[in-house]
Nanobody, 121 residues
Framework: QVQLQESGPGLVKPSQTLSVVCNVS??????????WHWLRQASGKDMEWLAY???????ASDPSLKSRASISRDTAKNQFTLQLSSVTPEDTAVYYC?????????????WGQGTQVTVSS
């Protein structure tokens, strides 16, 4: 069974870059045809999809992030990372990584437990 575990900085100052890592066990991130997603949920708000990286390295991110999001992977470590630059307090949220059977977040079948990231000076 696939397990996903997020790790992050906890607290980030405004204008800095946020980096969260998802370690995957029980399956390879290069296995056909899975997509590896990042999402977040701020307090009192709906879940928001952020980005994905696919089994073959294809990437996509939410255009509303205006190119602040960067997603990458380390296949040797079986992990993938989201970086979000120029953060503001509005980026405060619980960040989740997840596996999807396709590129749309509705295909997600496994989730990590989430990691809280707070943006504050």
């Amino acid at each position: 069974q696939v397990q996903l575990q997020e790790s992050g900085p906890g607290l980030v100052k405004p204008s800095q870059t946020l980096s969260v890592v998802c370690n995957v066990s029980g399956g390879s991130i290069t296995t056909n045809f899975y997509y590896w997603h990042w999402l977040r949920q701020a307090s009192g708000k709906d879940m928001e999809w952020l980005a994905y990286i696919s089994y073959n390295g294809a990437i996509a991110s939410d255009p509303s992030l205006k190119s602040r999001a960067s997603i990458s992977r380390d296949t040797a470590k079986n992990q993938f990372t989201l970086q979000l630059s120029s953060v503001t307090p509005e980026d405060t949220a619980v960040y989740y990584c997840a596996r999807g059977r396709g590129s749309h977040h509705s295909s997600i079948d496994y989730w990590g437990q989430g990691t809280q990231v707070t943006v504050s000076s």
